[in-house]
């Protein structure tokens, strides 16, 4: 049974930084590309980040230069480290995650976990 648990996410000013953390279990987790969707109240699904399995990386252009994204192999973990954070930011982060080598640039992931909210206040 694949699971995805989020954690990390919280209130925080504008400006200011969060790291969500994913932490896999049930799959081959380096062999999956892993991504972080977001979705804010009364909007669609939204793609923020991807790290292939080879370890490249994309991103949205909202996510460019503020947010990074990284996996740890060993710990079957995948990380979003958030800086400069905006109001326009606040959205439920998801983890995902799709068996495949390619880049994930969009939200049609295989498996996904619960969410984490995170709130930037201006």
Not at 3 to 11: A, I, K, P, T, Y
Not at 95 to 104: I, L, Q, R, S
Request: with cysteine; proline share 2%.
């Amino acid at each position: 049974q694949v699971q995805l648990v989020e954690s990390g996410g919280g209130l925080v000013q504008a400006g200011g930084s969060l790291r969500l953390s994913c932490a896999a279990s049930g799959l081959s987790f380096s062999g999956y590309a892993m991504g972080w969707i977001r979705q804010a109240p009364g909007k669609e699904r939204e793609f923020v980040a991807t790290i292939s399995r080879s370890g490249g990386t994309y991103y949205a252009d909202s996510a460019k230069g503020r947010f990074t994204i990284s996996r740890d192999n060993a710990q079957n973990t995948v990380y979003l480290q958030m800086n400069s954070l905006k109001p326009d930011d606040t959205a439920v982060y998801y983890c995902a995650a799709k068996y495949t080598t390619a880049v994930v640039t969009h939200t049609l992931y295989d498996y996904w976990g619960q969410g984490t909210q995170v709130t930037v206040s201006s």
